[in-house]
C-alpha cells in the first residue's frame, strides 16, 4: 500500500491537515497512525479527488438509499430528496452519492470465497446497466467489486482472509456509513455510481451514462 503524508493529502484534496485527520479518525479516508503521525492511503486520496465535483457534506446513508432506490425503480421521492435528483447534473449526482459509501481495496489468494458473500455492484454489474451488449467488459472483470451479504464486513474479511492492500486488491468492498444494505440485489442506480468512480475509463464512462439516462428518466415522470 502507497501512503501520502497529511499534508500532501490536504493539498491535493484542497483542505486543512486537520480535516484530513478528522476523516482518517472518522475512517472516511484510508490510513495508519504511526507514533503520533498519520500517513494517508494515496489510493483513498485519488479517490477522494475524483469525488471533488461533490458539493456540500455527503448525504446520510439513508437518504443516499432514497435516492438510489427512486433513481432505479421510477419512485417518487419527498420535495427534499427531489431537490437532491433535480438540482444537480449527473456528475454531481454521481459524486453526492458515492460520498455516501466507503470504499476499501484488499488482496487475497482465494477471491472465490468473497464472492460467495457480495451483492455485485460497478465493474461486475455492468450488464444490469448497459443499453447495447458491445457495451460491456469483454472478459471477467480484474476485481471483485460488491457490498457485503449475509456475513457483517469485518467477518467477511476474516471469512474470506483478506489484507487491505491498495496495489495488490483483488476484492473491492463498499459499505454505507451506517452499515444497511436492504435489497436483495444491488440497484441499478447504485451498480452505475460504483462504476463511474471507477479509474477504469471504459467502466466509468458507462456508469456515468448509465445514471444520466435514469435521472433523465426520473426527471421526466416526477418533474411538475
Same mark, same amino acid.
Given at each position: ?41 494515496? =489510493? ?14 455527503? *448525504? ?32 454531481? *449526482?454521481?459524486? +453526492? *452519492? ?5 470504499? $476499501? ?6 477471491? $472465490?470465497? =468473497? ?7 460497478? =465493474? ?44 495488490? =486488491? ?7 456509513? !451506517?452499515?444497511?444494505?436492504?435489497? !436483495? ?5 447504485? +451498480?452505475? +455510481? ?31
Amino acid at each position: 500500500m502507497q501512503f501520502v503524508t497529511t499534508e500532501e493529502a490536504a493539498r491535493r484534496l484542497g483542505v486543512s491537515t486537520r480535516r484530513v485527520v478528522d476523516m482518517l479518525t472518522s475512517k472516511q479516508l484510508a490510513g495508519q497512525k504511526v507514533h503520533r503521525s498519520w500517513l494517508v492511503s494515496e =489510493a483513498a486520496v485519488s479517490e477522494r479527488e475524483r469525488l471533488q465535483y461533490g458539493d456540500g457534506r455527503p *448525504l446520510k446513508a439513508a437518504t443516499a438509499r432514497a435516492v438510489v432506490g427512486a433513481l432505479s425503480a421510477g419512485t417518487a421521492l419527498p420535495a427534499r430528496q427531489r431537490a437532491i435528483v433535480q438540482h444537480r447534473g449527473v456528475e454531481q *449526482l454521481t459524486a +453526492v *452519492l458515492a460520498r455516501s459509501t466507503r470504499v $476499501e481495496r484488499f488482496a487475497t489468494r482465494n477471491p $472465490e470465497l =468473497a464472492a460467495e458473500h457480495l451483492h455485485f455492484t460497478g =465493474a461486475n454489474a455492468l450488464e444490469r446497466i448497459v443499453t447495447h451488449a458491445n457495451d460491456a467488459l469483454v472478459g471477467p472483470a480484474r476485481q471483485l467489486h460488491g457490498y457485503p451479504k449475509g456475513l457483517p464486513y469485518e467477518e467477511l474479511i476474516d471469512h474470506a482472509m483478506l489484507v487491505r492492500d491498495d496495489e495488490n =486488491a483483488r476484492v473491492v468492498l463498499y459499505r454505507f456509513e !451506517d452499515d444497511i444494505f436492504p435489497w !436483495d440485489t444491488t440497484p441499478t442506480a447504485l +451498480v452505475a +455510481v460504483d462504476a463511474a468512480r471507477s479509474d477504469i475509463s471504459r467502466v466509468h464512462a458507462v456508469g456515468l451514462e448509465a445514471l444520466e439516462r435514469m435521472r433523465n428518466q426520473w426527471l421526466a415522470t416526477h418533474t411538475p
